[in-house]
């Protein structure tokens, strides 16, 4: 059960210091929504720019995207979201708990996906079986229902021509629906990918773990289009890259692993998909997804292709989906205008598509896990958070030792000079030891102190928050010996 307590600790951390808070918690809570304080707002924007570094910045190969969250309903038509994305969902007889049935097991084993409904609904088969999670009863569920995951909002002003929208369910649609523009508008050539970080909603059946699964959350895609034929070098290349991701940023290799789809799990046009997992303090299995890797084929692009074309049948049948089929007639696709023309080797073709999701708030919660640390420090207990040094949401905490002897103006003014270049924070309440602590569970990396020996010779006291060292170094040599130890 120490796995248990560790999630807990992690959530009331969290709390005090200013990491996550439960959303609309004045008003009781909001379930599985959150709000990130100052601590893990600067914790996330982190993350992101960690992501954004290394998937566009650092490579030739990828342009950014920021499309929006309302979008067409024809997109979420044609990708399919429309019409399959449902969980099926039982409910205990014993006890109401509802649960998906593609979570449920006879025991051993456990899938963590969200299944497409015709193989939910063949599990649902061998319901008999199955255990339920609240109140270990077998075999005790309702019918299986399709629980629909998109929320649903509208646009317009009057009853007569309000339209239905949906908050997407993930990013990488708005991705796929600018290829050509971003092809038009740039000079990438294929191979290249296109890269987005936004918001997404889901209305989860179960939400579970604090911000593990959430109704709205962050993802992080990439659609990389190759040339078919080259897709299982792609494939390749970007599940090694992103799982050496999480090790750049410190997560401990023992965390991490990749579990490879069975065929009979993989989606009807996925050509391979490969989870990374953490092994997150929780859950029956620990392992967990944190991030999927797909080889989509030509699947959406194609889809897209049907879906410009039943324009028309969208406006005849008003815009009501469940009415419209998407228009496949026969036709060469592959010179349909989501196609791309090599005009080196004069052939054209719809790209196959290599997409890692990352999600935002997981790999938030990943790497709070991960850094996590409690140790014994002279009878007393530390607790601290070994982040990596870009992931740390404030880099450097500036003190005066004692509030008086000239001591809080040096360390304003060293704070003053340090702000314009890393993230920083000022405390001068309170016993030194505490407010070194209090940064420990910060995970700031380093604490610099301003005391008597400072008035003397211009030289501060650095302590390093892993080993707890402590370094003088001349205040005029700071910045460059902050930025030396942080690498920044
Ligand atoms: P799951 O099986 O966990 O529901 P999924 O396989 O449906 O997830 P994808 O559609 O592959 O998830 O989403 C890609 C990534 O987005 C996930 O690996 C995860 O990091 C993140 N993600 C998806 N759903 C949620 C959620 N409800 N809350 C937080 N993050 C999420």
Redesign the pocket.
């Known amino acids: 059960m120490a796995k248990i307590t560790k999630l807990d600790d992690i959530v009331s951390l969290c709390k005090r210091r200013g990491f996550i808070f439960q959303s609309s918690e004045i008003y009781g809570g909001l379930a599985?929504c959150y709000d990130y304080g100052p601590l893990g707002v600067e914790l996330k924007r982190n993350v992101r720019a960690a992501w954004w570094n290394s998937v566009v910045q650092m490579r030739d190969d990828v342009v950014g995207l920021d499309s929006s969250i309302l979008m067409h309903p024809l997109v979420w038509k044609a990708s399919g979201h429309a019409d399959k994305f449902a969980d099926v969902i039982v409910e205990c007889k014993k006890c109401n708990t509802r649960s998906r049935v593609d979570h449920l097991t006879s025991g051993a084993e456990e899938h963590?996906?969200?299944v497409p409904v015709e193989t939910a609904m063949t599990d649902a088969a061998a319901l008999d079986k199955k255990v339920c999670p609240n109140c270990g009863q077998v075999g005790q569920f309702t019918e299986p229902m399709a629980f629909r995951l998109m929320f649903e909002t509208q646009m317009g002003a009057n009853v007569d021509d309000t339209m239905r929208l949906f908050l997407r369910?993930?990013t990488a649609q708005g991705i796929f629906a600018n290829f050509r523009n971003v092809l038009d508008s740039t000079r990438v050539r294929i191979p290249f990918g296109i890269a987005q970080i936004g918001k997404?909603f889901?209305n989860?059946v179960t939400?579970k773990a604090f911000?593990?699964?959430?109704?709205?959350?962050?993802?992080a895609?990439l659609e990389f289009f190759c040339e078919p034929g080259t897709d299982d070098e792609w494939y390749e290349h970007w599940r090694q890259q992103r799982f050496e991701w999480y090790l750049s940023l410190g997560i401990k290799k023992e965390n991490l692993r990749f579990r490879e789809h069975d065929l009979d799990e993989l989606a009807h046009y996925a050509k391979a998909c490969v989870?990374?997992e953490y092994r997150f303090p929780f859950g029956s299995g620990d392992w967990?997804?944190?991030?999927?890797i797909?080889n989509r084929t030509d699947f959406d692009l194609r889809q897209h292709q049907r879906g410009m074309r039943t324009l028309n049948s969208w406006f005849e049948k008003k815009g009501d989906l469940s009415q419209i089929e998407l228009n496949s007639e026969a036709d060469n696709y592959h010179k349909g205008p989501l196609s791309y023309f090599d005009d080196q080797t004069k052939k054209r073709y719809i790209p196959y598509v290599i997409e890692p999701?990352?999600?935002?708030?997981?790999?938030a919660l990943a790497f709070l896990v991960d850094a996590y640390d409690e140790e014994e420090v002279r009878g007393e207990t530390r607790n601290l958070l070994r982040f990596h040094h870009s992931l740390a949401p404030t880099k450097v905490a500036v003190f005066p030792l004692v509030k008086k002897d000239g001591m809080p103006e040096i360390a304003v003014k060293i704070y003053d000079d340090l702000k314009g270049h890393f993230t920083c924070f000022y405390d001068e309440k309170g016993a030194v030891g505490r407010r070194y602590r209090r940064q420990d569970e910060a995970g700031t990396p380093f604490c610099i102190t301003v005391d008597g020996q400072t008035i003397e010779d211009s030289t501060v006291t650095v302590r390093q928050r892993d080993s707890m060292e402590q370094v003088r170094v001349a205040t005029d040599q700071l910045k460059n010996y902050l930025r030396g130890e942080l690498e920044l």
Do not use: C, K, W, Y
């Open positions: 599985s963590t996906e969200h369910p993930e997404s889901r989860e939400t911000i593990f699964r959430t109704r709205e959350f962050e993802q895609e989870d990374v967990q997804e944190l991030e999927g797909a999701s990352a999600g935002i708030d997981r790999s």
